[in-house]
């Protein structure tokens, strides 16, 4: 038979004796009972905090992107209202080899950027919304690649990091797509 002793002395239940405060304090760590309740609760606020945003991220992505598309595709139903009406109208008309005049082109955007917000702020229609999104981005994406001496020839120009910040639409895009149509995110046990 073993009987094992502690080497440490045994706290009370107001925190422990003075002694083992004095310790604790001296060598700046704090008594074994109270570093396991700090841990303990550490632990539980970290996996609270995991379930959160395992159920709440994606929907509060999607609602952000869809408030940012319909922002954008509002204004460019006002002429003059949208910093990037120029570079949308002249993308679509590029795109379209000028069959679509730059004016025609603008609203065109306008209406797809409203129901492509619509559809991400509500969660209806969303599959569909997702859909006339895949086909913005192409658009969206494009003046790097058509217009990238304007954007980006002598340095950064404004309307160049507008464009480029672009890839972040794109990313958080992906992933409400990838939950709309099937994938979840799941914590790990």
Known sequence: MSVSTS???????????????????????????????????LDIAVTALARF??????????????????????LKFFPGASPAEEIAGRTVE???????????AVVLVAVMETFI????????????????????LVGILSPVALFGDELFGHGMTLL?????????LVAGAS???AVALGARLRLEA
Request: hydrophobic share 50%; net charge positive.
């Open 7 to 41: 080497t440490h002395p045994t706290t009370t239940s107001a925190g422990g004796d003075a002694g083992t405060r004095a310790a604790g304090a001296a060598t700046g760590r704090l008594p074994n009972g109270l570093a396991e309740q700090v841990a303990l609760r």
């Open 53 to 74: 945003l395992t159920r709440w991220s994606v929907p509060a992505l999607r609602v952000a992107l869809g408030v940012v598309f319909l922002g954008f595709g509002v």
């Open 94 to 104: 590029t795109l379209t080899l000028g069959l679509v005049p730059s004016t025609t």
């Open 117 to 136: 917000g619509l559809t991400l702020v509500t969660g209806r229609l969303l599959r569909i919304g997702l859909l006339v999104l895949a086909v913005a």
């Open 160 to 168: 160049g990091q507008y464009v480029l910040k672009d890839v972040v």
């Open 175 to 177: 992933v409400v797509a």
